[in-house]
């Protein structure tokens, strides 16, 4: 064995990542007898799991609902890109994978009735969406979490998925105790998305794509990157990079409204919907207003929510440190990135193409959300395909894992606040010819260096990755579609009504893949 390998050990199960996804697959597994090894580079307060405030989209008896319905609801925001069986199947799981999280100790907040609370968030034709705290169920569903899959080995940093034979058999990893290998047959990515590829961002400091550059380096595919979901009404204030705090969708949900910083509501003649439109819409709507007004921000006008302050709570505790009180004032907000729509390409049950391989949640591509991310089907997708990649683990345990290569790959990295300041610029809400190639000028730039092992230099070597496939697809993609869209290609193309499957060749550099031709290479 390398003799830099300062450890060893071997598990049926590891899980890279402590969000809702890879916890709620620690624990299945865990339940059914696997010996599971769940791994973070972070900690639970450093997962998107932690920060999602507006809840679950799951279909209820009540307001007329139906899975057909939340079905319908999802292909429309999904712009012609869903799979629509992956979608029917991921909600028809949402049901039974929330009473095994209300078994675990999950609270969701409940009506005067006593029935589960259920409110309306953007795209969504009926009152579907539970939530807890008011506005802090993702922090619920963590702490339920937490509790229930205790030991998860912190400060460790994934470096390579092991193969032999183009099978999984193992995991080479940075810990506290320096290099170490995990021989098992199974590795679920659980990493979350890319946020830190732009300079603002809803996601935590971990969302750095880590997922993505170890399914290339392994083997698989990943699809629909370009869609990168860009949430309308994040908390603006002059000058701030980094996370910022969203100001929840279910705050339109209840009456909140937007106008310009001269008071006028300007989503009225955008869409139906208005303010409750699809968030690409809202999104899009937005930064176009801005682009030609010369402003940084709209405002959200929630005076006339009632109870702003129960109700939401964290929303309310965000503006306050911002010196806003959203009761009598109006909200600064803009665009920031906020959910990646694609990933590394798996069914319904986190498989890849890469026997072994599985992914689940925001760092996954099943199909269920397109060109456009339905609100709240992030952590329904995350508990159900968790589960389901759980069942596939254990269909594997006893497989023969026997490391040959422990080799780890070439890295090309781009210095980050280089990556962010070229991302946010050229390839954000909406993009054209002359910025993407400005964009891949700047990726050209990238060193190639010896394999990173700290932390940091993992990160932005996954995030130059990331990037590059994003550029490379928004190229390709000369039309607007869902959270994509080109300036100069303002109308959707029935020939384009397709996803675009991207994978690492065998001379390291990306192609899109087109009945296995290897196109467009960078």
């Known amino acids: 064995m390398n003799p830099s390998v300062a450890w060893e050990t071997g598990a049926d199960l590891v899980v890279v990542g402590g969000g809702i996804a890879g916890l709620t697959a620690a624990r299945t597994a865990a339940a059914r007898g696997l010996r599971v090894l769940t791994v973070s580079k972070g900690s639970s307060t450093d997962t998107a799991t932690q920060y999602a405030q507006g809840g679950i989209a799951v279909v209820g008896a009540e307001f007329g609902d139906s899975i057909e319905s939340h079905v319908a609801d999802t292909c429309a925001a999904g712009a012609g890109l869903c799979d629509e069986d992956a979608v029917r199947s991921i909600v028809a799981g949402g049901r039974a994978a929330i009473a095994s999280l209300e078994a ?39 702490r339920t979490l937490d509790g229930a899959v205790p030991t998860v080995q912190f400060d460790t940093t994934a470096l390579r998925v092991l193969t032999t034979d183009g099978e999984v058999v193992g995991l080479l990893v940075r810990g506290p105790d320096g290099l170490g290998v995990v021989h098992c047959p199974t590795v679920l990515l659980a990493t979350g998305g890319l946020g830190q590829l732009y300079s603002c961002s809803t996601n935590p400091a971990g969302a750095t794509a880590d997922g993505i550059a170890l399914a290339l380096d392994a083997g698989a595919r990943v699809a629909d990157l370009e869609f990168v979901q860009f949430h309308p009404t994040v908390l603006f204030a002059a000058g701030t990079t980094g996370r910022r705090p969203l100001i929840s969708e279910a705050v339109r949900g209840e009456g909140a409204h937007l106008v310009d910083v001269t008071g006028r509501a300007f989503m009225a ?46 929303v309310t505790a965000s503006c306050f440190q911002a010196g806003i009180d959203p009761a009598t004032d109006l909200i600064p907000v803009a665009p920031a990135a906020h959910y990646s729509c694609g990933g590394v390409v798996t069914d319904t049950a986190g498989r890849t193409s890469v026997p072994g391989l599985l992914a689940a949640g925001e760092v996954a591509r099943t199909g269920l959300h397109g060109a456009n991310r339905l609100a709240s089907n ?112 303002p109308e959707s193309a029935p020939s384009q009504r397709r996803s675009l499957h991207i994978e690492r060749g065998p001379d390291g550099r990306l192609g899109i893949v087109n009945d296995d031709v290897m196109t467009g290479a960078s």
């Open 104 to 142: 675990a100790g999950a609270e969701f907040d409940r009506a005067a009735d006593g029935s589960v609370a259920r409110t309306r968030e953007g795209g969504h034709s009926v009152r579907r969406i539970i939530h807890a705290g008011g506005d802090a169920t993702g922090a619920e569903v963590q």
């Open 269 to 314: 003649g955008v869409h139906p919907l208005g303010d409750l439109a699809p968030r690409d819409v809202v999104s899009r709507a937005v930064a176009e207003l801005l682009h030609d007004s010369g402003d940084d921000h709209v405002l959200l006008d929630a005076r006339r929510v009632e109870h702003f302050h129960e109700r939401f709570p964290t």
């Open 378 to 489: 992030s952590l329904l997708e995350g508990l159900v395909v968790g589960e389901r990649a759980a069942i596939v683990a254990a269909e594997r345990v006893g497989r023969r894992v026997e490391v040959t290569d422990l080799a780890l790959p070439t890295y090309r990295r781009i210095d980050r606040g280089v990556l962010q300041r070229t991302m946010t610029a050229e390839v954000g809400v909406v993009r054209d010819a002359v910025g993407l190639a400005a964009a891949q000028r700047v990726l050209a730039q990238g060193v190639v260096s010896e394999p990173p092992v700290d932390a940091r230099a993992v990160e932005d070597a996954a995030l130059t990755a990331a990037a590059e496939v994003i550029v490379l697809a928004a190229n390709h993609r000369r039309e607007s579609r869902g959270c994509h869209t080109r300036r100069d290609f």
